[in-house]
């Protein structure tokens, strides 16, 4: 099973680096590992939003646009959106692209 | 008491996932160990009726195993509870089915629910409900092109089942005792909407008819015989007529149920000392407008862990915290549904019609005052007026009708505005 790190910033500052599976997103990985500040009610459909990241600015050309879905429910998030908000159900991990994400003050 | 509390949690299902989450966080100092009857660590049942009967392989696990070890959470899964004896203050010892026994200072009972099943279908092959993991393993095999299903309840479960088998191929059949479809949560207007989409992608919805007879044959069941004569002929039967919540435990505490365990707002059950979370416990209605002396059946992820979060500051002698409003969504297929508050018989009900001609909005409105919102197909409509219900963000009926609003930006603006008139 291929793996890559993903680090979760917390909004105090302190980072977990998460050793994850290629192809989960980073919402699984974290509710997985019990990072704290992201929930991922909705198990990754879209309908909850309570898996909102900052990814790091220049991760953020890695992925393909995000779909109108996700910019909706990103204007809706318990935290400010800002430009570099996702939702990170919808992100992947990919083999040999470590990842770096802030978690939010709220989800909810 | 002498050491630390010796916590114990009956079920390991979402509920008491997220409880043990937020004991974990909060750095609760008592020891815990969670029994469970699956043999499973917790995992999310929504994908079972969804994702997971198509393709199978869709990650249903919450926390990974070593999450609980290393945080000194003792799981013993595969192992149910088969007796509980009450001792002191909330005190008392546990006996599982293996022998086992587990002495603990306080219980939280999170044992869930299960589905209904009438009781002459034991044994017969053909018919499935779905709650489990092992369910849908024996479900999904069932749902191969060109057979007929049948599903028995027009509820979430069913009709996600329904839909999941469509787009695998099936004929599918949908009866249903009520003279509509959702007729427990879902305004008329909005679930006569639903009904419309599902015929329209060719799922035969029957409603208003009830099953006289299972036609079985040679142990299999065969078809159904409808109250008006009809007969139906299947290949599979599935019942999603609703679960009855888990309280053996609890009564043989003497807890009161009715149907679940009753709990007041600490989540507190009638001995004054044990909790309930979840699926298995009726509590207040905390719903926007709601009145608190009435006691609510919620089965939803939204409910399992909003009632934990409670259960949490109770546990460590805490402020109860204020909830957010109930909420739950369910796929069917293409369509997607969204529900937040409880509406209740005699709320005005207000339709925005988004544009989109499969999306439909209905706003609950009590005494001028928007108190619940359903949505089909209009995640961000529905998220934005979701937040007007959690921060309390007035919208009026005109606001809510008129397409060319957009709830999430509304809410936003007066949000902002609130700040601003704080802050002067
Ligand atoms: C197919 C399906 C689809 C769903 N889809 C959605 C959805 O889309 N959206 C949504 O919001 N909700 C959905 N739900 C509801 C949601 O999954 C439940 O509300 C949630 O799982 C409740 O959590 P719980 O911990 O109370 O119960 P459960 O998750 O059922 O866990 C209870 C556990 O306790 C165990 N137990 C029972 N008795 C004992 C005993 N005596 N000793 C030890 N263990 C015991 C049970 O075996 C079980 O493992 C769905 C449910 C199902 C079944
Ligand atoms: S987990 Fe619900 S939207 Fe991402």
Not at chain 1, 83 to 105: K, M, W, Y
Request: hydrophobic fraction near 40%; proline fraction near 7%.
């Amino acid at each position: 099973m291929t793996t890559t790190t993903v680090h979760y910033r917390t909004p105090t500052g302190e980072v977990h680096s998460i050793e994850g599976t290629v192809g989960d997103s980073v919402m699984v990985t974290a509710v997985r590992n019990g990072v704290t500040g992201i929930v991922g009610q909705c198990g990754g459909n879209l309908s909850c939003a309570t898996c909102h990241v900052y990814l790091a600015e220049d991760e953020l050309p890695r992925y393909p646009e995000m779909d109108e879905m996700e910019d909706e429910m990103l204007d809706c998030t318990a935290a400010d959106r800002e430009d570099n908000s996702r939702l990170s159900c919808q992100l992947d991990l990919r083999a040999g692209e470590e990842l770096h994400v802030t978690i939010p003050d709220a989800q909810q | 008491m002498s050491g630390a509390e010796r916590l114990l949690v009956v079920g390991a299902g979402q509920a008491a996932a997220d409880l043990v989450t937020g004991l974990v966080e909060a750095g609760y100092p008592g020891r815990i160990t969670v029994v469970g009857a699956e043999p499973h660590p917790p995992y999310q049942r929504p994908p079972l009726s969804k994702g997971y009967l198509d393709d199978g392989v869709a990650e249903v696990t919450l926390r990974a195993e070593h999450y609980y070890a290393e945080h000194g959470v003792h799981m013993m899964l595969g192992d149910p509870v088969v007796a509980l004896t009450p001792g002191r203050d909330g005190s008392g010892t546990a006996r599982c089915a293996s022998g086992g026994v587990v002495e603990y200072d306080r219980l939280v009972l999170a044992t869930g629910a299960v589905p209904r099943r009438p009781a002459e279908l034991d044994g017969v092959a053909g018919v499935h409900v779905l709650r489990t993991i092992e369910d849908a393993d024996g479900l999904r095999p069932e749902l191969r092109p060109g057979r007929h299903l049948v599903v028995l309840g027009a509820g979430f479960v069913g009709l996600e089942v329904a839909a999941a088998a469509r787009g695998l191929g099936c004929t599918v059949t949908v009866v249903e005792v009520a003279d509509r479809i959702l007729g427990r949560v879902l305004d008329p207007v909005l679930a006569e909407h639903v009904a419309g989409l599902h015929r329209a992608d060719g799922i035969t919805v029957h409603t208003g008819r009830t099953v006289a007879e299972w036609l079985i044959a040679d142990g299999r069941v065969r078809g159904v015989r409808l109250g008006d004569g009809t007969e139906i002929g299947l290949d599979v039967l599935v019942l999603g007529i609703g679960a009855a919540p888990c309280t053996g435990p609890a009564r043989s505490l003497g807890l009161r149920c009715d149907p679940g365990v009753l709990v007041d707002a600490g989540q507190v059950a009638s001995d004054g000392h044990t909790l309930a979370i979840g699926d298995c416990a009726d509590g207040p209605d905390r719903s926007p407008a709601g009145d608190p002396t009435r006691r609510v059946r919620l089965e939803s992820v939204d409910h399992a862990a909003s009632s934990a979060r409670v259960a949490v500051a109770t546990l460590l002698g805490r402020e109860v915290p204020a909830v957010p409003p109930p909420w739950f969504w369910s796929d069917q297929g293409r369509v997607r549904i969204q529900v937040v508050g409880l509406p209740r018989p005699g709320d005005r009900a207000v339709l925005r019609r988004p544009g989109d001609a499969d999306a439909l909005v209905v706003g609950h409105f009590r005494h001028g005052q928007l108190v619940a919102v359903g949505a089909v197909n209009a995640p961000g409509d529905f998220m934005g007026l979701r937040k007007a219900l959690t921060h309390r963000v007035p919208i009026t009926p005109d606001e809510l009708r008129d397409p060319q609003l957009r709830p999430a930006k509304l809410v936003a603006q007066r949000l902002r505005s609130r700040k601003s008139n704080a802050a002067t």
